[in-house]
Each structure stands twice: as structure tokens, then as C-alpha cells.
């Protein structure tokens, strides 16, 4: 949420004041239907709960609301917003210069949105150290590199008896809650988990300031576990 003040200076709005515009849902389905939709807080009296009141007291006069779909197939809508000061609000050159931008701004936040979708991806199966090393183009399909490391693997003893013993759905809430507890246990000592193999679980702990560090941040995690 951009603030145009008077001489024109763009600047950050708290986000408090961009949840305000979700707070009407009126502004943003006119924004969906017809490209853009203009808020006034002076065509609202004082004392109405929501965004109105809330531009009332920052003294904006306008706040300009333009949506984009985004491409078919994908369930998101990106809503750009701009705010002013300025007495009368936005005048027609106003208007005509920010909506110009649109479709440039829907490319780069489309964009953004995607690499931000593809960095949580190749953080979560990859891990948080190579993940984002591979969306950078540092390692490439059948690279490889040595490393010194302690290496976690724990299962959980007696599954095959449980699973075929108990209802799935306990089955699965048993999995979660073990996993959750080794997960917290082996980020919270410096390791970083690599692969869930069915009640399995592979960790690593980075080994190449000190081997021996690493070993004992494993013991550490592992007696951290509950239980």
C-alpha cells in the first residue's frame, strides 16, 4: 500500500492499513470487476468501523484499489493499492499515470511471486542450505562436493507392527507427532533435515567447521528428543 502526498512522495503505509482494505470486501470485488475502484473516507461519516475511519485518521482523502487475475490455472488475484493526501484525492492525470503501471507491476510481482513459490519448494525438499544454492545456479544436475558431516537417520521401532495393527488416521497423527518432535529437535541443534522415508527420517549436520562439533550437536538433538 503506496501514500502519494503532497509535493508527490511515495512511501510505505504501515501493513495495519493494507489489512484495513481487506476489511472491505466491497472495494476489492469492484476492483476485480472493473480493473479499479475508488475509496473516499469523506462519503463515509465518522465513526464507521473499519477503513474509513482509520484514513480519517491519517487524513487521506482517496485510495485507489486496481486488481489483476492472475493466468488461468492459477487460484490468485494481486490487488495493487495507492493512497493520497492530496485535497480532492486523485485528479484524472492521477488516475489515468498509476493505472498505466499496472501491467508492468503485475509482471514483477508475478515474478516475484513466483521465484518466492520455487525458493519454498527447493527449501523444503532440498533443505535450507541447498535449496536456495540451487535456485542461485551454484549447483547443477550431477554436481557433487565432498562434505564433513554427522549423519541422523531414526526410524520408529515396531512400525510395521503398528501400522497394520491401527487405523490409518492413527497411524498418520503417530507419524506427524514423531516426526514434529525430531524435526524441532534436529533444526534447534544446527542440523537440517533431507529426506522423510516413510517412518523413517535422514538429517545431516554440517561438519566442515568441526567434525567433532557436529557429532556432539547429534548427540545433543538427539537427547533432546521427548521421551
Keep these: 500500500l503506496c501514500a502519494f502526498d503532497e509535493p508527490l512522495l511515495v512511501r510505505q503505509l504501515p501493513r495495519s492499513r493494507l489489512e484495513l482494505v481487506r476489511s472491505e470486501p466491497q472495494v476489492l470485488l469492484d476492483a476485480l470487476g472493473r480493473g479499479h475502484s475508488r475509496f473516499r473516507p469523506g462519503e463515509h461519516p465518522r465513526g464507521h468501523d473499519g477503513m474509513a475511519e482509520a484514513l480519517w485518521d491519517d487524513r487521506y ?4 484499489v486496481a486488481g489483476a487475475r492472475c493466468p488461468a490455472g492459477q487460484q490468485a488475484t494481486i490487488f495493487m493499492t495507492w493512497a493520497t493526501r492530496r485535497s480532492g484525492g486523485f485528479d484524472e492525470g492521477d488516475l489515468s499515470a498509476l493505472l498505466s503501471l499496472i501491467p508492468t507491476l503485475n509482471l514483477v510481482i508475478r515474478a516475484s511471486a ?3 513459490l520455487a525458493e519454498i519448494v527447493a527449501t ?13 545456479g551454484e549447483i ?3 554436481d557433487g562436493e565432498k562434505r564433513e558431516a554427522a549423519i ?3 526410524d520408529l521401532r515396531g512400525f510395521s507392527n503398528l501400522s497394520s ?4 488416521k492413527t497411524v498418520l497423527r503417530l507419524l506427524d507427532d514423531a516426526f514434529e518432535a525430531q524435526v524441532e529437535a534436529v533444526t534447534a541443534g544446527g542440523g537440517e533435515v533431507l529426506k522423510f522415508m516413510g517412518d523413517g527420517l535422514l ?4 561438519g566442515d567447521a568441526s567434525a567433532r562439533g557436529a557429532c ?3 548427540l545433543a538433538a538427539a537427547r533432546a528428543l521427548p521421551g
Aim: without cysteine.
Design 216 to 218: 556432539r550437536a547429534a
Design 124 to 136: 523444503t525438499y532440498l533443505g535450507p542450505r541447498t535449496g536456495p544454492r540451487v535456485i542461485a
Design 140 to 142: 547443477h544436475r550431477g
Design 61 to 64: 482523502t482517496e485510495v485507489l
Design 165 to 168: 495393527s491401527l487405523p490409518p
Design 152 to 154: 541422523w537417520f531414526s
Design 203 to 206: 538429517a545431516m549436520f554440517d
Design 114 to 116: 513466483s521465484r518466492t
